[in-house]
């Protein structure tokens, strides 16, 4: 059983959104409606509950070199995104029922038949990926494809990844590979070549690595994400301060009260 | 259809030939026009970049919680304050009628809570999913087990209690109502704070970065509730109870002074918008408005201060309500505002989310 991961890799990606219909048709999730963001090519603008691979297009004015265009079309990059499987993931530690789970290859998996919909996974997730379906009520995203995995397969994305953009591997093998590219890229004159993996901070790292040009903001990948459970200390502390006022303020209050009942 | 070379009407639109016609003449006059012509809607358009993120769409999901929980959250911190004030008062001899007032209050918070938190899950099954583990780690957890634990000791002690006021006192009965007491204490205590930490620990910028603030501001907005609900039950002659809500509102005070003194991008959903403008009325019905009506009414007689007290107790109730929804819609706001989790400094003129206005330079045009 070994700790698998993604490497996307924008340099390689055309924006095809074949990773889009095999999850959906692996997963069975319901299509988004097929509408324009308005955003490039972009329909949904970002993952959802029922978008769990998401291609985003950075649409630039014409710079050659970028995206092997002529000079005079406008530049692209696309960027598959997913649900990074964090080291240590605020959905899973937030989530009260038990049902967000660390599966045996490393990834994050929400049972759908323990969910409860109390949706604090979403607004524990740092980077915006688990959503409520508004009718079901309960949390989806990404499940790094955990049955095929069971099996021996690679997720329907990568599978489905023609230019094989998606990467799917050991996670320790995949940050090699990804710093291998890297230099590749840098030698060949993309110096704005970066590779997205939030070691330094309390996330601890992700499943899901990415090969970028430019800024990772550019693409919505915030610099600092924090796990959630980074401030509880600080709440606690607070909550017991909070407590231990609330208690002595009513003893005091009712002590120095003198038209106590006395029976 | 479309392909067509667009063609003049048949008849000249008299408006839009002079409208030609007041163009020349301003560019003949000042040699430039200065109107801008027309823009697009939607213009200028949001772009990808390290200055406007993707497209300007917001990093992290928006909290999906309807009016049921911040309603939750004053219904609980007021149960919890509740509790907390009607075992402290009968251990310490207080007024009898205010400690079982008090218990009611604490009883209907206990019924009333699980109600609007199954109402928020859908179902009512889907609520026993909570009582499947235990994990401290997630406040949601904890609050949960929290309710639970409140709920049945204050039931307990409330059904124990009304049986002894009608067939007398019984060594059982005292037991089961001690009993209860007793561990309503450190659950009320729960009650009212880990809503805090709940919201604290999240990924909301507005909410994380005033995590050390949050227990103890519901804390206070949850005593001020309880002790309003009590002097609007009638014990607006209780001194006790006037000291516990002059306390809440002056911390509640200096809670609004907290928020208002600083300027942190993190507390703009505080101070403008919808989410602002609730948080303002909220903080001046908990804060200002019941410090002051319990000042005046120290120096009123005996029936004018006593309704003075009802007021506030009426104004403190009102402010802790719309204390909770305020600081879900400032949540709301603060996940819509996409600047920042990526940590871009965010331009004070357009705040929130909203485009430069055409033709002033803007970030997003140095692509």
């Known amino acids: 059983m070994s700790t698998t991961a993604f490497l996307t890799d924008s340099t390689l990606c055309i924006g095809c959104k074949a990773c889009e219909v095999a999850c959906k048709e692996w997963n069975h999730v319901a299509e988004d409606g097929l509408e324009w963001s308005g955003y490039s090519y972009d329909n949904t603008g970002a993952v959802g509950a029922s978008t769990w691979r998401h291609v985003k297009f950075v649409e630039e004015p014409p710079t050659p070199g970028v995206g092997g265009n002529s000079g005079e079309q406008a530049s ?19 989530c009260p029922t038990g049902a967000i789970v660390r599966t045996e290859f490393g990834g994050v998996f929400v049972q759908p038949d323990v ?20 009718e079901d009520g309960r949390a989806f995203k990404c499940t790094f494809c955990y049955d095929r995995q069971k ?57 899901a690595m990415f090969i970028l040009r430019g800024d990772p903001r550019t693409y919505n990948l915030p610099p600092n994400p924090e796990v959630p459970t980074v401030y509880l200390k600080k709440g606690w502390t607070s909550a017991a301060l909070a407590a231990g006022l609330l208690l002595g303020g009513t003893l005091l209050a009712f002590l120095t009260d003198g038209a106590r009942d006395g029976r | 259809m479309s392909n067509e070379p667009m063609s003049l009407p048949e008849e000249p639109d008299l408006q839009r030939e002079l409208r030609l016609v007041e163009l020349r003449r301003e560019a003949e006059s000042r040699g430039k026009v200065g109107v801008r012509g027309i823009r697009p809607e939607g213009a200028p358009f949001p772009k990808a970049s390290p200055e406007t993120g993707y497209y300007e769409i917001p990093l992290l999901k928006p909290p999906q919680w309807t009016h049921e ?73 904890v609050g949960a087990w929290t309710l639970l634990g409140f709920g049945s000791a204050v ?45 604290g620990a999240t990924a909301i910028p507005v909410w994380n970065q005033n995590v050390g603030d949050l227990p103890l501001h519901f804390a206070a907005s949850g005593l ?77 007689g005996r029936e004018r201060a006593s309704s003075l007290r009802r007021w506030a107790g009426a104004s403190a109730v009102a402010g802790s309500l719309l204390t909770r929804i305020a600081w879900l819609r400032a949540g709301i706001a603060s996940a819509q505002d996409w600047r920042q989790p990526l940590e871009i400094k965010p331009d004070p003129q357009s705040w929130p989310n909203k485009h430069p206005e055409f033709g002033t330079p803007s970030k997003a045009a140095k692509v």
């Not at chain 1, 692209?76 to 649900?83: A, N, P």
């Not at chain 2, 149960?79 to 075992?87: F, H, K, L, T, Y």
């Not at chain 2, 003194?261 to 703009?268: A, F, Q, Y």
């Open chain 2, 224 to 300: 001020s509730a309880a002790v309003g609900m009590l002097e609007l039950m009638g014990h607006s002659k209780n001194r006790a109870l006037q000291a516990l809500g002059l306390g809440a509102a002056l911390f509640e005070v200096w809670e609004g002074i907290r928020i208002e003194g600083r300027s942190h991008t993190h507390l703009d959903p505080l101070k403008h918008g919808i989410s602002g403008a609730i948080t303002r009325v909220g903080g001046a019905l908990s804060g200002p408005i019941p410090t002051a009506l319990r000042l005046a009414s120290m120096f009123a």
């Open chain 2, 69 to 141: 929980i911040p309603l939750y959250f004053f219904v609980g911190g007021a149960a919890g304050a509740a509790a907390v004030v009607s075992a402290i008062g009968h251990y310490v001899g207080a007024d009898r009628k205010l400690v079982r007032d008090a218990r009611y209050i604490a009883a209907a918070g206990a019924v009333i809570s699980p109600a609007l938190l199954i109402a928020d899950l859908g179902k009512p099954q889907r609520f026993l999913g909570m009582m499947r583990v235990f994990k401290p780690q997630s406040p949601m957890s």
């Open chain 2, 155 to 199: 039931s307990a002690a409330t059904f124990a209690g009304v049986l002894r006021e009608r067939y007398g006192p019984s060594f059982p009965l005292a037991l089961i109502e001690n009993a209860g007491e007793a561990a309503t204490i450190p659950l009320g205590l729960g009650l009212a704070t880990y809503t805090g930490v709940l919201i």
């Open chain 1, 151 to 207: 099996v021996g397969l690679e997720p329907a994305c990568a599978k489905a990844c023609p230019t094989e953009s998606i990467k799917f591997g050991e996670i320790n093998q995949l940050r090699a590979e990804a710093q291998e590219r890297l230099q590749a890229l840098q030698d060949r004159g993309m110096q704005d070549a970066t590779f997205y993996d939030p070691t330094h901070t309390s996330v601890q790292g992700t499943h």
């Open chain 1, 115 to 134: 969910c409860n919909g109390c949706a604090y996974c979403v607004v524990a997730c740092p980077f915006g990926v688990v959503a409520k379906n508004k």
């Open chain 1, 76 to 94: 692209w990059v696309f960027s598959s995104d997913v649900c990074k499987h964090c080291e240590v993931a605020g959905c899973l530690e937030a």
